[in-house]
Nanobody, 116 residues
Framework: QVQLVESGGGLVQPGGSLRLSCAAS????????MSWYRQAPGKERELVGY????????DYVDAVKGRFTISRDNAKNTGYLQMNSLKPEDTAVYYC?????????WGQGTQVTVST
């Protein structure tokens, strides 16, 4: 059974940090690239960034460059999204995906709220 399970979301004050985790099971995680998306209330889902299957390549949307870092530990079948200097506009449900040609798996999402 294929599963991606996000965790680590919550409420944080502006300027704070959170680390999201994405635990994979039921497939060969190391063969898949991984990405993070987010969806804010009333907005379309948007790509935050991605990491290649071996971790050697990453890229981010301009809005999070320099603040967010995507990493992965293939031995643990887990990916991460480190979020620093959080802003209220980062408030969203965050989703991880695992993808390769013609196949993408999605997690269920975790809520991140940045507020005083």
């Amino acid at each position: 059974q294929v599963q991606l399970v996000e965790s680590g979301g919550g409420l944080v004050q502006p300027g704070g940090s959170l680390r999201l985790s994405c635990a994979a099971s039921g497939f060969t995680f190391s063969a898949y690239g991984m990405s993070w998306y987010r969806q804010a209330p009333g907005k379309e889902r948007e790509l935050v960034g991605y990491i290649s299957n071996d971790g050697g390549e990453t890229d981010y949307v301009d809005a999070v460059k320099g603040r967010f870092t995507i990493s992965r530990d293939n031995a643990k079948n887990t990916g991460y999204l480190q979020m620093n200097s959080l802003k209220p506009e980062d408030t969203a449900v965050y989703y991880c995906t695992a993808y390769r040609t013609l196949r993408t798996y999605w997690g269920q999402g975790t809520q991140v709220t940045v507020s005083t």
